[in-house]
C-alpha cells in the first residue's frame, strides 16, 4: 500500500512540475512523435551496444577476477593494474582513446568502438564484484570438496563460481544498469545510440526539452525493467 502511495505522490508531484512548465515553455510534442522511427532506431543500437559490452566485460571480470585470486604474483599485478588503470579512468576518456587511438589504427567503426571501451571500463567493476563473490564463499565448503578429491576446476565450477554468482547478483545487476547508463556516453563519438538521436530530434525540431524528456524516460523504462526482474531472480536464487 504504502508503494502505490508513493508512486502516486511521484505522478502527482510530475504532473504539478509539468502544468507549472507548460505554462513558460509551449511543449510541442507533435513534432517529435513525427520521429518515433529515430528514438526507436537508437533504442535498439543502445540495447545492442549494452547487450554486447555486458557478455564481454562479464567474461573481462571473470577472468581478472581469477588472476586476482591466483597464486602467481605475475597474474595478480596484471589484474591489479587492469582494475587501477580503468577505475580511475573517466570513461568518456576511455571511449575518445579507443575510438581516436586505438580505431584509427586497426580501422574500428564507432559501434565496436563504443563496446570496447565500455567492456573494458566495466569490466574493471565486474572483476571487483566477482572477485568479492568468489572471496565471500565459505572456505570450509572448498576444502570439503577437497577432501572429496575433487579438482580445482571442479571446485570452481560446482562450488565456488555458483556460489559466487548468487551473492555477487545483486552489486552484477546494479552495475549492468550502469552499464547501460554509460552507453549514452557513446554519442560523443556519433555513435547513433539513444542520445545522439534525441540530439538529432532536438536539432531539427527545435524541440529539445521534449526530445531529452523522451529518451530519458526510454533509459529509466529499460533500467527498471532490469532492476525489477533482478529483484525476482534474487528471489528465486535466494537460500531457503
Do not use: C
Amino acid at each position: 500500500m504504502s508503494k502505490i502511495l508513493a508512486a502516486a505522490g511521484v505522478i502527482a508531484l510530475a504532473a504539478a512540475v509539468y502544468v507549472a512548465i507548460s505554462k513558460v515553455y509551449p511543449f510541442n510534442w507533435n513534432l517529435v512523435v513525427r520521429y518515433y522511427i529515430l528514438f526507436m532506431k537508437g533504442l535498439l543500437i543502445t540495447l545492442k551496444v549494452s547487450v554486447v559490452s555486458l557478455v564481454i566485460s562479464f567474461f573481462l571480470g571473470l577472468i581478472f577476477a581469477l588472476f586476482r585470486r591466483s597464486h602467481f604474483e605475475f597474474l595478480q599485478d596484471l589484474g591489479s593494474i587492469y582494475v587501477w588503470f580503468f577505475r580511475n579512468t573517466p570513461l568518456l576518456v576511455i571511449i575518445l582513446l579507443t575510438y581516436y587511438g586505438v580505431g584509427t589504427i586497426f580501422q574500428m567503426n564507432r559501434f565496436w568502438a563504443s563496446v570496447i571501451a565500455l567492456s573494458l571500463f566495466e569490466g574493471a567493476y565486474m572483476t571487483e564484484i566477482l572477485r568479492s563473490g568468489m572471496e565471500a564463499v565459505d572456505k570450509g565448503e572448498i576444502e570439503a570438496a577437497r577432501s572429496l578429491g575433487m579438482s580445482e576446476f571442479q571446485i570452481f565450477t560446482t562450488v565456488v563460481f555458483p556460489q559466487a554468482i548468487r551473492i555477487s547478483l545483486p552489486p552484477l545487476i546494479g552495475q549492468m544498469v550502469s552499464l547501460i547508463k554509460d552507453s549514452s556516453l557513446a554519442s560523443v563519438i556519433a555513435l547513433e545510440e539513444l542520445t545522439m538521436m534525441g540530439r538529432q530530434v532536438g536539432t531539427r525540431t527545435l524541440a529539445s526539452f521534449e526530445s531529452y524528456l523522451i529518451v530519458a524516460i526510454l533509459y529509466v523504462t529499460i533500467t527498471s525493467i532490469i532492476s525489477f526482474s533482478g529483484r525476482i531472480i534474487e528471489r528465486r536464487l535466494s537460500l531457503p
